[in-house]
């Protein structure tokens, strides 16, 4: 190994311990790809190739078509049908595990643990279980879902792009690294799912702690609006029991009366059986609140008078607004306030400190120091920011109205995007990007969401790997290090260096990001499969399968990070429970992979 080498081993030294740091990962691979380039080992066009890569090209596409069903409000609606009257803890994780696993198989799994969150947690307050019961369970069926399909995970199509790139340079290696199938992964991964869901099925409830998590602790302390619901006349609340609609013991939420006609329902049985044009009131916390504006068959009644359209609400934002001793509608009520044309807003909740508020929005009498629960144009905010009508304006940002008008369009496209990449009739990042279009036409997602809703991170990570990727092949680092880990596993056998391959990718997922994870070991990967004269192929589905498989730490993987405060996690809870199946999956894809991809 000459100098070349020895330079990307420095370089590979201290882009771990930065990562390891939790440096931000996309400066740390783009300033190692600059040295690296700066000194003669790749060239512009090795530095830049991974902006160009069909695998890189196809995850940005995928954050879109996924934003767009999470806009629509599909993955939302799923995560209320899962757990419907379940009662038990076991049954309850076998369903979620039912619906999760194959929806993360063909979407971005970030989007559907941040849409199944608040559905777990409402679940978990209904039942009196701890959410720390089932938070990281979650996480770790959507990682399990993603080991089945192409698209599942950014990491396999990482690794599909490299395995392009690698037959580009090397054309013998054609015959064995030939592009994946999209159902490909599925031989091995429905196995590995399905005993990974079996160990937590069977073991979580007594590995896993009760604990309250951040949100359960702060909601008494929250404040409480009041707020009127319309139940809609063709929507398909109409009919349903109060506790079928899942309007009973909502996270900080409480239906006080129901006012249908002249007739005033309270308290509200949970029997009772809703009807279109009954008008609900709710009081609770601001949370609980946007999640109820997004139940398909209700909408509030903002002033008593205006009931918000999706159409119209879609480019609004809820809004808190403090009222001032010298708003001049302190004294009247909130119909007679008229703030739709003072402020271009209306007023969807109230809360007074010191007392519940009862009765309509509309007829309540505005007092100095009233918090509004507005929903307002996008500008409100700074408008009003020095307005002396109001003492304090702020916006709460993530809350926002769902396109549920267009949830079918959306899973219409879904199904002909995996109709597409199963059928080979045009190229994976080409159906990609033409549905990702097509949900930006139909409505399902507007222009600036879709350009807000891509992960540059994510992309500037996966595109620099790859040309770090390149450098360690050019220097001969890659070729010492396959020599060196074939001398020292010499008498494991094969499954042993399989074996050893897999661990190796394991141990930097859990400490790196996994698809940096999967883009640094992969060189190895197939050197080591040449230095031992077998297929590369089995070592490189190893990497797949390991980088994915990050459950020992909570900076493995995104998702395993997003449960840690819903959950009320510690560190020693993730590895109780995650190193057992970590080693569990590794025995597992060990014995599995050299099936379905033989040496």
């Known amino acids: 190994m000459g100098w070349e080498g020895l330079f990307c081993l420095a370089v590979l030294t201290f882009l771990f311990v930065g990562l390891v740091k939790n ?34 090209l196809t995850v940005a596409a995928l954050y879109i ?38 929806m993360s198989a063909f979407l971005n799994n970030t989007p559907i643990v941040a849409m199944f969150i608040p559905a777990v947690a409402d679940w978990c307050k209904r039942n009196r279980i701890a959410v720390s019961r089932m938070m990281l369970p979650l996480s770790y069926v959507c990682i399990l879902g993603g080991t089945c399909t192409l698209i599942g995970t950014s990491t396999n199509l ?43 099925l069977l073991v979580s ?96 009644v903002a002033d008593d008078a205006y ?55 509309g007829n309540i009498v505005l007092r100095a120091g009233d918090t509004l629960l507005l929903q307002a144009g996008p500008h409100f905010v700074r408008a009003n920011l020095n307005n002396p009508d109001f003492l304090l304006v702020s916006r709460l940002d993530g809350v926002r109205p769902m396109r549920h008008d267009k949830a079918w369009c959306a899973f219409l496209l879904l199904a002909v995007l995996v109709g597409l990449m199963i059928s080979g009739l045009v190229p994976i990042v080409v159906a990609a990007f033409a549905v990702a279009g097509l949900m930006i036409v139909t409505g399902c997602i507007s222009m600036a969401d879709a350009r807000r809703s891509i992960d540059w991170q994510t992309l500037v990570t996966i595109a620099a790997a790859f040309g770090l990727s390149k450098a360690l092949l050019n220097s001969g680092l890659v070729a010492w290090v396959a020599q060196g880990f074939v001398s020292l596993t010499d008498g494991l056998g094969l499954y042993g260096v399989l074996a050893g391959v897999y661990l190796m990718t394991s141990l930097f997922t859990e400490t790196v990001t996994n698809n940096a994870a999967a883009a640094l070991v992969f060189p ?29 730490t909570p900076l493995g993987y995104q998702t395993n990070l997003m449960v840690l405060g819903p959950g009320g996690y510690r560190f020693m809870d993730y590895l109780r429970l995650g190193l057992p199946l970590n080693v569990l999956l590794m025995i597992a894809a060990t014995i599995l992979i050299p099936w379905v991809w033989p040496f």
């Open 524 to 552: 190895f990967a197939v050197a080591i499969g040449q230095q031992m004269d077998v297929s590369p192929r089995p070592f490189v589905m190893a990497v797949v399968f390991a980088a994915s498989a990050s459950f020992m």
């Open 158 to 200: 990482v690794v599909a792009g490299l395995m392009d790139e690698t037959v580009k340079a090397q054309p013998e290696l054609g015959t064995t690294l030939v592009p994946m199938g999209f159902f490909e992964l599925g031989k091995v991964g429905l196995p590995y799912a399905v005993i990974g869901i079996v160990y937590l």
């Open 307 to 361: 009931e918000s359209q999706a159409v119209v609400r879609r480019s609004q934002r809820l809004c808190e607004a403090v009222v001032s001793a010298t708003h001049p509608a302190v004294g009247k009520t909130i119909r007679d306030a008229d703030f739709r044309a003072l402020y271009n807003a209306a007023v969807v909740a109230v809360h007074r400190a010191g007392s519940r508020l009862t009765g309509k929005v």
């Open 23 to 56: 440096q931000p990962p996309d400066a740390l691979l783009m300033g190692a790809v600059i040295l690296v380039a700066l000194v003669g080992i790749i060239d512009p066009n090795e530095a830049l190739a991974g902006f160009a890569n069909k695998g890189m």
């Open 205 to 300: 409830h007594f590995l896993l702690p009760e604990r309250k998590d951040g949100v359960s602790i702060l909601t008494d302390a929250a404040r409480e609006y009041l707020l009127n619901m319309r139940v809609l006349a063709e929507g398909r609340l109409v009919g349903k029991t109060v506790q079928d609609a899942g309007l009973r013991q909502l996270e900080g939420l409480y239906l006080i009366e129901i006012q249908r006609g002249d007739q005033l329902i309270s308290p509200v049985q949970p029997d009772e059986r809703l009807q279109g044009g009954d008008l609900l009131t709710f009081t609770g916390v601001v949370g609980t609140i946007a999640e109820l504006e997004n139940l398909v068959g209700l909408v509030p």
């Open 65 to 102: 078509v996924a934003a767009a069903l999470r806009e629509t409000g599909s993955i939302a609606l799923a995560g209320h049908w899962v757990f419907g009257r379940v009662k038990s803890e076991r049954m309850a994780l076998l369903r979620m595990a039912g619906v999760v696993t194959p």
